[in-house]
T-cell receptor, first 113, second 115 residues
């Protein structure tokens, strides 16, 4: 069975500081991994995706993630946090049965001025 | 272009009533998914439609939940005899070609409150 674990339900950083949101996956097949962001009262917006090409994936808004097979991880980073980054972030793995997404529990990012 | 749209944006109903939630996917997208987002359970898959294939209903939590997709486009999620535990945000997503590992595009969701 495939699964995703996000370590830390809430992360708080200062504006300008490094953002690191952790995601570990479990999959018996090569995974396709996604990071989505959800702003209050909105749907999910794709930040970036890993589909077995480059292991370092760059996304929107300055975010990037690195796929590490040996660590079964796909952590999301951003060098310098901005107030507008405050949102909930979801890591997901694409199921090999029908393409549904299996989500982690989400990490709420707060950015302090 | 237009994204995925959902209606209503908010729905308040009384326990025991039936509700219908609507999803309009992006034009040309063959795959359509329903998810539920609730405080206790996070984001859960409910049902998946792909073209003319039989839907994957493996995520529906009970037989009170059903969904249909007419003409390969609009989808309706129906919850019969609503219960308080059905209160959640129901998200719809569409994808152009899941076999090509495309991402899913999400609508803004319908917030359902069962009193």
């Amino acid at each position: 069975a495939q699964s995703v674990t996000q370590l830390g339900s809430h992360v708080s950083v200062s504006e300008g500081a490094l953002v690191l949101l952790r995601c570990n996956y479990s999959s018996s097949v090569p995974p396709y991994l996604f990071w989505y962001v959800q702003y209050p009262n909105q749907g999910l917006q794709l930040l970036l995706k890993y589909t077995s090409a480059a292991t370092l994936v760059k996304g929107i808004n300055g975010f990037e993630a690195e796929f590490k097979k040996s660590e079964t991880s796909f952590h999301l980073t951003k060098p310098s946090a901005h107030m507008s980054d405050a949102a909930e972030y979801f890591c997901a793995v694409r199921s090999n049965q029908g393409g549904k997404l299996i989500f982690g529990q989400g990490t709420e990012l707060s950015v302090k001025p | 272009g237009a994204g995925v749209s959902q209606s209503p944006s908010n729905k308040v109903t009384e326990k025991g009533k039936d509700v219908e939630l609507r999803c309009d996917p992006i034009s040309g997208h063959t795959a359509l998914y329903w998810y539920r987002q609730s405080l206790g359970q996070g984001l859960e898959f409910l049902i998946y439609f792909q073209g003319n294939s039989a839907p994957d209903k493996s995520g529906l939590p009970s037989d009170r939940f059903s969904a249909e997709r007419t003409g390969g486009s609009v989808s309706t999620l129906t919850i019969q005899r609503t219960q308080q535990e059905d209160s959640a945000v129901y998200l719809c997503a569409s994808s152009p070609n899941p076999q090509a590992r495309n991402e899913q595009f999400f609508g803004p969701g319908t917030r359902l409150t069962v009193l």
